[in-house]
């Protein structure tokens, strides 16, 4: 029997728990006996460049990954082949749509099937390839959770325990110097790491994307606390959470989303120019949240979503995603999958939750 080629590749931002999806792709194929398996490097960077940069991954190569953070393959999200960035001699962008030539050069390579381990915008490039004739299947990950068809993904509880680990850390300071922290985390348009991290770590305040705060409100929550007699405050704001009803941060040339971060510090400039007594600081997380080695949970969780991607591969289920329904792990088609964006509902029963045990919102 002729032996089957699978090209595996990584794409948007890294998240603790994508060597581990590597691994359990390059094992099972290699337990099934019939398939070879390559990366590319840095997302389709690696079959796009004129010198393709393609990787064969073995079991030794795999061997041990499982707990470590990042890609072994590299990752980018400057590689959207719908929108492929060319810079000219006088260094002028121009974004060109170089996905026919992309499906074709795979085709050419003599790979079989695809998987594509990325979040949201990963998976609309995959269906808009699938669209194209290309046997893709989509892995899920993100940090932000921020995926609708899946409850969750690797490197979301990761993430959170790494906010919980700082933020424990913030609420002892905070004690002594009876001081207010601010502690900005990630999660894009969705709140989900601050809720969570707001629970686990017993925050006072919670600030979030889909609950609009109000300024006066926070103040008044932190007046309370210190008239209480409990002379320290720790809030968890996600860093897209609105001030004033404004997103806080920047467009860079070549960027796809607007870069968020920086909500945390002009939260603590407001409270300051209101006049608030207690000194106020702040942490902003940032990219800290996205490093290292994955909790077991997201290792688990991520070697099943590659062992099943894999599964699918010698199935021939492809235009479709994996996901983590009721505790099972399956998959959905890739049109499902990039419908709708994971906000937190207000219905939420952690919303309740985090009320129900003191957290203000801020509304
Ligand atoms: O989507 C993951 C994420 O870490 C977001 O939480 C954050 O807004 C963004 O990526 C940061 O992107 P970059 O690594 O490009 O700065």
Partial sequence: MK???LLVLTGGGDCPGLNAVIRGIVKSAHSNGNWEVYGSIEA?????????????????????????????????????PLSFPTQSKSGKIT???????????????GFDAVINIGGDGSQAISQALYKKGLPIIGVPKTIDNDLSSTDVTFGFTTAVQIATDAFDKLVTTAHSHNRVMIMEVMGR????IALHTA???????CLIPEIPFKLDVVISEIKKRYRNGKGFV???????????????????????????????????????????EPQVRVTTLGHIQR?????????????????RAFEMAEKGKYGRMVTYVN???????????????NFVKKSHYLINTAKKIGVSFGN
């Fill in 3 to 5: 032996t089957k080629k």
């Fill in 44 to 80: 389709f960077n690696g079959i796009i460049k004129e010198k393709t940069e393609i990787v064969k991954l073995t079991p030794s190569k795999v061997s041990g990954i499982h707990v470590r953070g990042g890609t072994i393959i590299k990752t980018t999200n400057k590689g959207n």
């Fill in 95 to 109: 974004y060109t749509d170089i996905s026919d030539k992309l499906v074709k050069k795979i085709k050419k390579l």
């Fill in 189 to 192: 348009d969705a709140g989900w």
């Fill in 199 to 205: 629970i686990a770590g017993g925050a006072e305040i």
């Fill in 234 to 276: 720790n809030i968890v704001i996600a860093e897209g959470a609105k001030m004033g009803g404004k997103i806080i941060g920047k467009k860079a040339e070549g960027d796809q989303n607007i870069k968020l971060g920086g909500v945390g510090l002009q939260l603590r400039k407001a409270l300051e120019d209101q006049g608030l």
């Fill in 291 to 307: 490093g290292g080695t994955p909790v077991a949970f997201d290792r688990i969780l991520a070697t099943a979503f590659g062992v």
């Fill in 327 to 341: 505790n099972k792990v399956s998959d959905t088609t890739l049109s499902k999958a990039i419908k709708e964006y």
